[in-house]
């Protein structure tokens, strides 16, 4: 099994919103950064955003101030709140998170060594 497991996907109409969960198994969040990336199809890989160790998030442009990331150290999980969706959401929604024991995180896929299996987030018009 996969050391970070997503779930929380689903199919909501334009304007709506989703809350995807990242478990963490193998990965303790306080170690290091972590994010959430997305892939529709024909497309690259892309960021959404990742977060800090100190909790400092960052986002992709595409946000636009609608997403929030966060993390329970408690229970050891990672969020998105995705808030005012739109169709060009839509795509495989991956948790990742990095091995490296950054104090910046890095915007690149190739910097995350944990990934998830995915969920499935569709934005209907």
């Known amino acids: 099994q996969a050391p970070v497991v997503e779930s929380g996907g689903g199919s909501v109409q334009t304007g709506g919103s989703l809350k995807l969960s990242c478990r963490g198994s193998?990965?303790?969040?306080?170690?290091?950064?972590a994010g959430w990336f997305r892939q529709a199809p024909g497309n690259e890989r892309e960021l959404v955003a990742t977060?800090?160790?100190?909790?400092?998030?960052t986002y992709a442009t595409f946000v636009k101030g609608r997403f929030t990331i966060s993390k329970d150290y408690h229970t050891n999980t990672l969020y998105l709140q995705m808030d005012n969706l739109e169709p060009d959401d839509t795509a495989m929604y991956y948790c990742a998170a990095d091995l490296a024991r950054r104090n910046v995180c890095s915007q690149s896929v190739s910097s995350f060594g944990y990934w998830g299996l995915g969920t499935q987030v569709t934005i209907s018009s």
């Open positions: 977060i800090s160790r100190l909790g400092t998030p």
């Open positions: 193998g990965y303790k969040y306080t170690s290091g950064c």
